[in-house]
Each structure stands twice: as C-alpha cells, then as structure tokens.
C-alpha cells in the first residue's frame, strides 16, 4: 500500500509562488503521479500529471505557464512549483499515484492511491 503526504500549502497573495511536494512511503518508479485540486463546492479537477520516467507532463489550460510538475524518484518525491498564484487557485491540492508506464492519467478514477491534501489559498 503506497502511502502519499502532500506538503507545501499555505496563504499566498495574488501573484505569489508556492512548491508542493508529494512524498512517498515506497518507491515510486513504476508510478504514474497527478496532482489534483478541490475548491469547496466544486468537483476534484485535475491539475497537472507526470509519466513514472518524468518525460511526459500534462496541464490543465487554466494552470499551463504557471506551473510545472517535476518528480525525483531517488528521493520518493514529487513536486508541484505553483507560480503567479491566483485567487482561483484557492483549494485543497491532493497528489494521487497510479501503477503503470506510459502518458499519465488526467482523471480522478484512474488513481489508486491518494494523500490527505494541503490547503492552498491565494487571497490579499
């Protein structure tokens, strides 16, 4: 059972940056990660994914030039560096795995393991 503990969140005022991290309980090279978000009332959307090699990376249009996604998998580690930060960016932010090579998973449903989130709020 992989485990997942996302850190990082915080308050941040508009145009701020912020670096999440996703910290695993095991080894991670065979995992596909994405990071997903959930602002209250509204559904989980998906954030941004990467491939288990980090050679493929995927975007939602609202956060694209913003944010980048990288992973280490030596230090069982994914990161999600969030720039230019907008009041809209404000939710929960939860990294999810899912075993498997090739392009990563854009939907909820296709992730097996999650972490508990971290609160991101962007506000002056």
């Known amino acids: 059972q992989l485990q997942l503990v996302e850190s990082g969140g915080g308050l941040v005022q508009p145009g701020g940056s912020l670096r999440l991290s996703c910290a695993a309980s095991g080894f991670i090279y065979n995992y596909r990660i994405g990071w997903f978000r959930q602002a209250p009332a509204k559904e989980r959307e998906g954030v941004s994914c990467?491939?288990?090699?980090?050679?493929?990376?995927n975007y939602a249009d609202s956060v694209k030039g913003r944010f980048t996604i990288s992973r280490d998998n030596a230090k069982k580690t994914v990161y999600l560096q969030m720039n230019s930060l907008k009041p809209e960016d404000t939710a929960v932010y939860y990294c999810a795995a899912d075993l498997g090579l090739g392009s990563c998973r854009t939907l909820p449903g296709e992730y097996d393991y999650w972490g508990q989130g971290t609160q991101v709020t962007v506000s002056s």
């Open positions: 990467i491939s288990s090699s980090g050679g493929s990376t």
